[in-house]
């Protein structure tokens, strides 16, 4: 199963997700890495903070993703997007990428540290929270995947990552203000740290 590139961009001021700049180093980008990994790769913009861009796409395996970062084609997209953008962070996931809701309208980005020895309770509450997702989306799949380079993994903890859709980001708020969402708090007794962030696509 291809592993999940997960990458983010933070813009460098005056530089904006309208910039032509941006936009060219971004389009290039994609076409480079969708034509090296051989899977489709998109963008997204986060709605709390714009000037941040996420990547996302596949690779066939963590080495095949290692080879690229080394090769020509990737040096000169890193020295073409100098003083335009740099990478915040970037990471494999374990993760179905043929289920990620990229088309829906709204994106929910979230990403869990969980407690060292705590995997095995996590996915206990996970399992019980996880249908209630499906049911209030809209029929947007909520799919997630462990972090393959964690330190923290081989202690039951690490780094967690998922993508829900959503209809609208007041959707996803409504929810969270619900009473239903109390169950799905529950989690956060395992968590040594929660973000929840929100992206909409990004068209280069």
């Known amino acids: 199963m ?3 590139e997960f990458e983010i961009f933070t813009l460098h001021p005056p530089h904006t997700p309208s ?3 941006v936009k060219s180093n971004l389009s290039n980008a994609v076409k480079v890495l969708t034509a090296a990994s051989g899977h489709p790769f998109s963008l997204l913009t986060q709605i709390e903070s714009p000037n941040i861009v996420y990547l996302i796409g596949a690779w066939d395996s ?5 080879a690229f970062l080394v090769s020509a084609e990737n040096q000169k997209l890193l020295a073409d997007a ?6 915040h962070d970037m990471y494999n ?4 990428t ?3 809701p990229l088309g829906a309208p709204v994106v929910s980005i979230v990403r869990l540290h969980v407690k060292p020895g705590m995997k095995k309770g996590f996915d206990a509450c996970l399992g019980k929270v996880s249908g209630m997702l499906t049911q209030v989306t809209g029929g947007w799949e909520t799919v ?3 972090r393959i380079d964690e330190a923290g993994k081989e202690e039951g903890g690490g780094e967690l990552l998922f993508f829900t859709g959503w209809e609208s980001l007041a959707q996803h708020e409504e929810l969270r203000r619900s009473g239903s969402f109390n169950q799905y708090t529950e989690i956060k007794e395992f968590l040594e740290k929660l973000e929840i962030r929100h992206a909409l696509k990004y068209e280069v």
Do not use: F, I, N, T
Not at 93 to 96: I, K, L, Y
């Open 93 to 96: 996931v374990e993760m179905d």
């Open 98 to 100: 043929s289920a990620l």
């Open 62 to 66: 963590v080495s095949a993703h290692k």
């Open 82 to 87: 100098e003083g335009v953008l740099g990478v």
């Open 19 to 21: 910039s032509p700049v």
């Open 144 to 146: 997630g995947g462990r």
């Open 2 to 4: 291809p592993v999940l």
